[in-house]
């Protein structure tokens, strides 16, 4: 609860790894946990907004703990709004383990995921947007995520949603008057009140066409390399990784489970699943292996179907084809260094094709072009905004969007001001929710879980 002292490990702890430890405290008691464990010799100031050096010591036995950086942000200058200590420790499991106990002995409670960013929202100091946008902005898995969280923690969503806000409750005032004082007011100005309802209605259409884009940005493309064995899916994804992820052999068969390896193509993450070739056998770990490369395929977003330019399209390939055929799909004429692609027959319903010499690491860049076209064109559910909405706001704006489209119902079939209203409110509620201006506390549970525990 709000009012207390939270703390808890701000930082990756990983052993041997890190130069840095970071334990942060947020809350009344705050700095007077601090001047308790932190010994700053000299005339050192505590100062909002300065560093000290010193040591942290066991309050009791006096023992130092270890030498560190103490940083004070007193309130309202701070990222909760709240005191706000950190203790920058040396890096590794046990200095910031023993400085986070030592803090919790002193009165500290251990923070729940993502209560500094719910304190820093709950106080005033970010909206929900840019709440959502810090946990994005730390998972980013690309510049391009970055830039499109940060984006989002700079405002560039949450103004557009207010402005459309505060519309609609402009219009609900003026409708509402006319049910309070109809004799009072001069006729309501209808088709002025529709123009601007469609106004907020395509804006709202607007920023709901960038959820695809927000989720491949935040979770990239998955793609799966499939094909029958021995044709160069192995060699596929090692020559794009530039790494050894899957093992190459002549012999067929070789890849028996699916090897996963995480890319970016100019700012998208790309997860590539090298699976293990499709076809009939007696070998049961193999079996498994082709079942596992199966449902790789069915879930991916995109299934490159690699074929060996020598041997061309076979019968094996309709199988694999027709199991593929619905997903998007590029096929990877493969070995055009022995035999080229113009030689090689494949159905006609196949659109995009790339020729490739893997083993001469050749056509990869075409093949990431040929990636890229297809998010560009829309064919992998890309759009271009300079933010994009995540899911659950998504789910707020699809039911504004509802909402605003029976609002221009009842206005046609002229329905009373009354039926108005109940849409209007639904659709501003909506909307507030986007920002915080409507929220639940369930709700709150929801996004802020989520979170890592010291942000």
Not at 102 to 107: K, N, T
Not at 308 to 324: P, R
Not at 341 to 356: F, K, L, R
Request: charged share 25%; glycine share 6%.
């Amino acid at each position: 609860m709000q009012g207390d002292t939270i703390a808890a490990i701000a930082t990756p702890v990983v052993p041997q790894q890190g130069s840095v430890g970071i334990v942060r405290l947020s809350g009344e008691q705050a700095l007077s946990i601090a001047k308790t464990l932190f010994q700053a010799p000299g005339k050192q100031a505590w100062d909002s907004h300065q560093i000290l050096y010193g040591y942290v010591r066991h309050p009791e036995t006096e023992k130092v703990v270890d030498e560190a950086l103490l940083l004070i942000m007193k309130s309202p200058r701070s990222y909760t709004r709240e005191d706000v200590v950190e203790f920058h420790c040396h890096g590794g499991m046990i200095p910031v383990q023993q400085v986070l106990q030592l803090c919790l002995e002193q009165g500290a409670r251990l923070a729940q995921a993502g209560e500094f960013t719910l304190r820093a929202f709950l106080n005033g100091r970010i909206d929900l947007t840019q709440a959502e946008s810090i946990a994005e902005l730390v998972g980013a898995k690309s510049p391009q995520a970055g830039e499109m969280a940060l984006a989002g923690l700079q405002g560039k969503l949450a103004q557009p949603i207010r402005d459309l806000r505060s519309t609609c409750l402009d219009i609900l005032a003026e409708v509402e008057a006319r049910v309070d004082f109809a004799d009072e007011l001069p006729p309501l100005p209808e088709e002025e009140i529709q123009q601007q309802v469609k106004e907020v209605l395509e804006k709202v259409e607007y920023f709901l066409a960038t959820a695809d884009q927000g989720e491949l940005l935040r979770t990239g493309v998955k793609v799966a390399i499939v094909g029958r064995p021995n044709v160069g899916k192995s060699s596929l994804l090692n020559a794009w990784s530039r790494s050894d992820r899957a093992i190459v052999t002549d012999l067929p068969g070789t890849t028996r489970d699916v090897v996963e390896s995480n890319l970016v193509v100019s700012g998208i993450p790309v997860e590539v699943l090298d699976t293990a070739g499709i076809r009939e056998t007696e070998d049961q770990v193999e079996k498994i292996g082709v079942a596992r490369s199966r449902n790789a395929a069915q879930k991916a977003d995109l299934i490159l179907h690699t074929i060996d330019a020598q041997l061309g399209w076979t019968k094996e390939d309709d199988l694999i084809y027709e199991q593929v055929k619905h997903r998007p799909l590029i096929l990877v004429i493969n070995k055009t260094d022995l035999t080229p692609a113009s030689t090689v027959q494949y159905p006609e319903t196949i659109q995009v094709t790339v020729a490739t010499a893997v083993a001469r690491s050749q056509g990869i860049e075409n093949l990431e072009r040929a990636i890229l076209n297809l998010v560009q064109t829309g064919n992998l559910n890309a759009a271009n905004s300079d933010f994009a909405i995540n899911q659950r706001q998504a789910a707020a704006l699809t039911r504004a969007k509802t909402s605003l489209q029976h609002v221009l119902e009842t206005i046609d079939q002229q329905l009373p001001f009354d039926f108005w209203t109940i849409d209007l409110r639904s659709a501003i509620q909506a909307l507030g929710e986007i920002t915080g201006e409507e929220v639940t506390e369930s709700m709150l549970d929801r996004i802020f879980s989520r979170f890592c525990i010291g942000k």
